[in-house]
């Protein structure tokens, strides 16, 4: 992955949504996960919240996010299977304005790499809401790990080549 270094380095501000209704601060390993890679990539913790698998809450803190000038990133880890009470993906949709099924496809490729036919079971998404990112991630940290470590990591550097997400930021709004 080519990076330009003479290209300067421009920190993103992410959010952590953690979306259980098990984890609490004390155990949530995939948001350490995301906060430590995010924080020793340079980019700037913003917001960090858990919240129940509920549509409606996790819509509600999106929508909140989305509105906060000093967000420019959410990546929600949980909540992407296909179980009853996996409702993030659903949640994503009331939010977001265009989809990146781009980045759902690449996520299940990569996760296919290590966990092999079980990454069907994933509904990783991502989309963008009134000039903010928005990541839906599973909720392991095996998942987080590879969405960092393959893709973010690359997409919010504006010195990667020959392009990026942070370089399109300016034209999210564009009409």
Known sequence: MPLDEK??????????????DTRTEADDRSGDTLVERLESAGHILAARTIVKDVADTIADTLAGWVADPEIDVVI????TGVTGRDV???AFERIC?????????????VSYQKI???T????????VAHGTYLFALPGSTGACRDAWDEILVHQLDNRYRPCNFVELMPRLQET
């Open 7 to 20: 290209r300067p380095f421009l920190p993103v501000n992410i959010a952590v949504l953690t979306v259980s």
């Open 76 to 79: 929600a880890t949980g909540g």
């Open 88 to 90: 993030t993906p659903e």
């Open 97 to 109: 304005e265009k989809d990146i099924p781009g980045f759902g496809e690449l996520f299940r490729w």
């Open 116 to 118: 092999g036919t079980s």
């Open 120 to 127: 069907i079971q994933s509904r990783a998404m991502a989309g």
